[in-house]
């Protein structure tokens, strides 16, 4: 053990580590990787439910609303092509059952209800109130309708002031006293 080195020690970790990452099997460690090609299609009782849970998380104001911008094909687009099936499935079945739940709790359908009554039941569902699947896909659609809304065109350079390319450099520029 006298000619060990600090090089000898590197280079047969390095090895080591490369060896581990070439042979790693995937089915021996039991994990499944799985990318499906499975469509995020809504039905057109989903996609209702879809549009009422954006219009009522974003609705229209003196500004533009989440569906005046177009976010709920943002929100489907980004569902379907950076989620997993578990989580789009979650989705979808929050969707179907979204207007069953809230005639549940309301005795009435949410396309009678009022703005009031569809926040209050949102606020629910984000409690709990409906179970930890519900509450998950409601933060993801909540997440994904800010993230659409705040980088939509309109949104950012009329609201935000964006500017895509900003002026130009001018250093010598004389200054007015």
Known sequence: ???????????????????????????????????????????NEEDSMLTICL???????????????????????????????????AIKQFLGSFGKDFQGIYSKSILQASVAEKEQFLFQVAKGKLGETAQKSLETIKGLTIQGFLT?????????????????????????K
């Open 1 to 43: 053990m006298n000619d060990f080195s600090r090089r000898k020690w590197l280079k047969g970790m390095a090895l080591a580590t490369l060896g581990s990452v070439t042979f790693y099997d995937l089915q021996a460690a039991n994990v499944s990787v799985e990318f499906s090609k499975a469509s995020f299609d809504l039905s």
């Open 55 to 89: 219009d009522t998380i974003l609705p229209e104001s003196n500004i533009p609303g989440a569906i005046s911008l177009g976010v709920p094909v943002f929100v489907k687009t980004m569902v379907k092509d950076c989620y997993e099936n578990k989580a789009q499935v």
């Open 152 to 176: 939509s065109e309109k949104i950012m350079t009329e609201q935000l002031n964006y500017v895509m390319a900003p002026g130009f450099f001018n250093g010598c520029a004389t200054i007015k």
